[in-house]
């Protein structure tokens, strides 16, 4: 009777330990994911589906902009000088009559444009500053009504200032 | 024992879950469904410059920094880079070491940097890496705030932008490198580089001038596409849009742009999500996928609802007036409302029953209710704003604190309303709804034990509300909420619109009904009571059953005073009447007017004729003019008071002074009034000898006349006594006379029973001229001469006879035939 009784108290005091090891373990596991020193829940929370998925692309610009991989962002670089190739001229002649000079300015974060067009004796100029913008950057509102230099044939001159670098592009366009 | 151990495994296992379950916290997300290419957002979303202060951008980074994929715990930054790094190297202190940023790292939260006004190498001067906080540096959040005012783009797309175009993203990041930093934006960052990459210009490095400049070029697009030669994307018109850069390939599609807001997100960014990246929303979609508007939208979604505003629509055969949000519709039950949710009545689309039929109601199945209200909430805990309650007004919403202030605002569980989150959330932050509130009619109110006490003084306002806090409500906001009394720390007066003007004094009220009662009371200048109207009634409450204010009072140490403004008068305490009893707070508001005399007996007011005459605690008509002067005006003067004054005393009967004449309808028998009794005249000789005319007699009834001047039993007497013996009077037709007392004796009368002559009895007997009466006396009419004694009137035979009589010396009085006839005749002398 008391061999029984001694085998059952051993048993139950095993049972106890075991109860005790998994209660600490728990705890352990628990403390340090709430202090976060680990972050095993989060890998299994709903973010495995959608916000995850999102947090890979956002590891990989981190790791790739440490790494410098993708672009210039480290400060230490700088973006190169833009050159004349970087200037695409074009017209448009508006329902109004006027012609609007488009220009697109690749490599160009922001500058300066002077246009100068000349028709026979007659000259216009316009200046107006470059707007970034990630594609092409470009001059706006280079709009000139016909009247100003009459008919014929517009030589078309832009030349734009950044950086202290001046790069030049002429065209011309037969305006009737 | 077996059984305990397995309750604490369960236990166990149930905190486990718990702790999963709250650290786990699911946001607002879109469906690819919901995208529409040409209106990533609203304009009036876009430019709200004002929809986030300074401190709420703040507020809003501090509970962001951990939320990301770099991130442990919400609101912490790893500064010390103590944790494992996700990108391997061992803990993240480590890692940065390795890659030449050690710890500490400084997160957006905490980042300051003096601000990069102008192009130019170099980074700003900021405290990253523990660095102190240079002098001239500004926090990201006011970097972030200062743009948007200064460019009029809302900081909420600012901080969509970050959140979307900086790496980790630097929003939720919780161990930033300095190089987040630097080209936050991708502002001034061409797709120059190799394979189109970014080829990002040194001259705009800092992220003060990545987030100015990015708010700058925002600005920018907004204001000139479209003017000619504008050759990105312009509003309105269908625009080619790229899958991808040009070098990629993918080609592109057209879009019809809806507004300019979306045109100069493509201009930013000039790429649209193709379907794969739609459909994997929160990942990668193809190798032709962009995702920079896509993020954008979503990432606006997930931190401030829908980009969106709400639309009013209704159909033209049907009043009702519905917002249609998140691809439902919701019933606005008044137009008030509808102008709280920041949707003026005047942009209510009509649609055609067939369109508006086409958008459904929420389900029935769901707790999301069918109409707007003003207490709502959204669906779920656990969303973006954690289930937080709000009270729309004004085009914001209010968040509630707790249940304590529901309770304080009169609110119960049963009036919010489930709402989506997309339909909330966009509403303008109100911030937490304060405890003191105003209105759009500029009243301020305070609110507390589910009511709200107007307040009107400033300087008690600002004593109160010492925070400064206050949240602004419409009038219909405002009236949900139950007015209580106002809270003022001295007598004031409010004007309400509809109802008369109050005294509102120790937290009570007191009507005033009249203009007269507020002149009385010295409210049109003498008293120094401010007067505050208010724009809606409803604003004060709690009036109980309110006594009106009256002029006749008793103050609360027992002086009757009727009140006249700066001619205030003493009622007597003989008068026996009382006004309205005062309280110690309304008695020294009367008793700051000056009491110039005491009230006259003789009472009127301006509004009437009738003069009254105060007796016994009643006030009594007085009939005529001659009767007043009988009763003694005008050495008694009259009092002019107020009609409510003289209606508040008792009415009693007609007053007649003494000495009026009288007689009732019925008989021809004529009264003087005597001390409130009346006394017969037995003819009409002795009723002129008195000095009376005819015109003098007023008639009532014999009624009137018994119940009030009972008849006295006697009759007006001939023969009159003074308190002095030797002057008697005889009132007689012919003049009066007066009598010594042997005279007096000679005529059979007595002084003890003779009446005693008074001017009040007898007001019209003038007795300056009588005469004294001789014992010969004769009427006029004939020649016989008598002598009067012993109660006799003895004539003589003859002439002889009288000579002899009175021994040569005969002075004969003229009396009338009436005096004579009284007197019985005696023996001849």
């Known amino acids: 009777m008391i061999i029984k009784s001694l085998r059952k108290s051993t048993r139950s005091k095993k049972l106890l330990l075991t109860v005790v090891v998994i209660v600490v373990l728990i705890s352990t596991f628990l403390i340090l994911e709430k202090t976060g020193i680990t972050h095993i829940i989060g890998l299994f929370d709903n973010k495995t589906t959608d916000q995850a998925k999102e947090a890979e692309i956002n590891s990989n610009d981190k790791q790739d902009l440490i790494d410098s991989k993708t672009d210039n962002r480290n400060s230490d670089d700088t973006a190169p000088e833009p050159t004349v190739d970087d200037i695409s001229l074009s017209t448009q002649r508006e329902i109004d009559g006027s012609v609007t000079i488009f220009n697109e300015l690749r490599n160009y974060s922001d500058g300066t444009c002077d246009l100068t067009i000349n028709n026979d004796n007659k000259t216009y100029t316009q200046t107006a500053p470059v707007l970034y913008q990630a594609e092409f950057s470009s001059c706006i509102g280079l709009n000139v009504p016909v009247a100003t230099l009459g008919t014929g044939t517009w030589q078309i001159s832009l030349t734009v200032t950044s950086k202290g670098k001046v790069n030049t592009k002429t065209t011309s366009v037969e305006v009737q | ?829």
Not at chain 2, 147 to 153: D, L, M, R, S, T
Not at chain 2, 263 to 290: K, R
Not at chain 2, 552 to 576: C, D, E, F, R, W
Not at chain 2, 654 to 661: A, F, I, R, S, W
């Open chain 2, 1 to 829: 024992m077996f059984k305990k151990i397995s309750l604490l495994v369960v236990v166990v296992a149930a905190i486990s879950i718990g702790f999963v379950a709250v650290s786990t916290q699911t946001t607002y997300a879109v469906a690819a469904s919901e995208w529409k290419a040409g209106n990533i957002i609203d304009d009036a979303l876009f430019t709200d410059a004002d929809s986030m202060s300074a401190a709420q951008i703040q507020d809003f980074l501090n509970r962001m920094v951990g939320t990301g994929y770099y991130g442990r715990i919400a609101g912490q930054c790893d500064t010390n880079g103590l944790r494992i790094s996700e990108l391997g190297g061992g803990t993240r202190a480590q890692y940065g070491a390795a890659h030449s940023n050690p710890a500490p790292f400084t997160c957006l939260k905490d980042f300051y940097e003096v601000p990069k006004t102008v192009p130019g190498p170099g980074i700003p001067a900021n405290n990253y890496g523990g660095k102190p906080i240079p002098a001239g540096a500004k926090s990201a959040a006011q970097l972030i705030w200062d743009a948007a005012q200064k460019y009029n783009i809302s900081p909420k797309v600012l901080l969509v932008k970050l959140g979307t175009e900086s790496a980790g993203p630097l929003t939720s990041d919780d161990w930033p490198f300095l190089k987040q930093y630097t080209y936050a934006m991708g502002s001034h960052c061409p797709d120059s580089g190799p394979g189109g990459s970014a080829n990002c210009d040194s001259d705009y490095a800092g992220f003060s001038i990545q987030i100015s400049s990015s708010a700058a070029l925002l600005r920018y697009y907004l204001d000139n596409m479209t003017k000619p030669g504008w050759p990105y994307k312009k509003p309105y018109q269908i625009n080619s849009i790229y899958w991808n850069i040009v070098e990629s390939g993918c080609g592109a599609s057209n879009v019809s742009i809806e507004n300019m807001a979306t045109a100069a997100l493509y201009t930013y960014t000039p790429y649209q999500p193709n379907q794969a990246a739609l459909n994997n929303m929160y990942g990668s979609g193809d190798c032709c996928s962009a995702y920079g508007n896509r993020n954008f939208w979503r990432t606006y979604n997930d931190w401030f609802g829908s980009t969106t505003l709400p639309v009013a629509i209704k159909s033209s055969n049907s009043p009702t007036v519905y917002i249609q949000s998140g691809g439902y519709k919701f019933a606005v039950p008044t137009m008030a409302l509808l102008q709280d949710y920041g949707i003026s009545s005047g942009s209510i689309k009509t649609l055609s029953d067939a369109a508006l039929n086409a958008v459904p109601t929420p389900s029935v199945l769901s707790d999301i209710s069918k109409s707007i209200s003003y207490l709502v909430k959204s669906e779920s805990n656990t969303d973006g704003d954690l289930g937080s309650i709000y009270l729309i007004s004004v085009g914001k919403r209010y968040k509630l604190k707790d249940t304590q202030q529901m309770a304080d605002f009169g609110f119960t569980s049963d009036q919010v309303r489930i709402l989506p989150y997309g339909l909330i959330y966009p509403i303008d932050d109100g911030g937490q709804l304060a405890s003191f509130i105003s209105t759009t009619t500029n009243n301020v109110f305070k609110v507390s034990g589910g009511k709200k006490r107007i307040i009107f003084s400033e300087a008690l306002y600002n004593s109160l509300n010492t925070s400064g806090k206050i949240s602004n409500l419409s009038k219909s906001t405002a009236r949900l909420i139950t007015s209580g009394k106002p809270i003022s720390d001295k007598p004031i007066l409010i004007k309400k619109l509809t109802t008369a003007v109050n005294l509102y004094a120790n937290e009570t009220y007191y009507p005033i009904t009249s203009m007269q009662v507020y002149s009385c009371w010295g409210f049109d200048g003498i008293q120094n009571v401010p007067l505050y109207a208010i724009a809606d009634d409803s604003y004060v409450g709690d009036f109980g059953k309110p006594q009106s204010l009256k002029c006749m009072v008793t103050t609360n140490t027992g002086q009757g005073l009727l009140l006249n403004g700066a001619n205030t008068y003493a009622i007597p305490s003989s008068y026996q009447i009382s006004g309205q009893t005062l309280n110690a707070t309304t008695s020294a508001i009367a008793k700051n007017l000056t009491v110039k005399s005491n009230l006259s007996r003789f009472i009127k007011s301006n509004n009437s004729a009738t003069v009254w005459y105060i007796e016994k605690g009643k006030k009594r008509p007085i009939s005529s003019y001659p009767n007043l002067l009988l009763l003694g005006y005008p050495s008694t003067p009259l009092s002019i008071i107020d009609d409510i004054s003289i209606s508040s005393i008792a009415t009693g009967p007609n007053k007649l002074g003494n000495g009026q004449v009288v007689k009732d309808s019925k008989s021809q028998v004529v009264y003087s009034i005597m001390d409130n009794k009346r006394t017969a005249y037995t003819s009409a000789e002795l009723y002129l000898a008195y000095g009376n005319k005819w015109s003098d007699i007023e008639t009532y009834d014999k009624s009137f006349l018994d119940s009030n001047y009972p008849s006295s039993g006697s009759s007006v007497s001939r023969y009159l006594a003074t308190d002095k013996a030797d002057v008697n009077y005889l009132v007689d037709d012919k003049g009066c006379k007066i009598l010594t007392s042997t005279i007096l004796g000679s005529h059979g009368q007595s002084r003890a029973s003779l009446p005693i002559y008074s001017a009040s009895y007898y007001p019209r007997l003038n007795i300056t001229n009588c005469q004294p009466l001789l014992k010969y006396v004769k009427n006029q009419s004939t020649s016989t001469v008598y002598y009067v004694e012993n109660g006799e009137k003895r004539p003589f035979r003859s002439w002889s006879s009288l000579m002899e009589h009175s021994q040569q010396n005969v002075e004969i009085s003229i009396i009338s035939d009436s005096t004579l006839k009284l007197l019985p005749t005696g023996s001849t002398i």
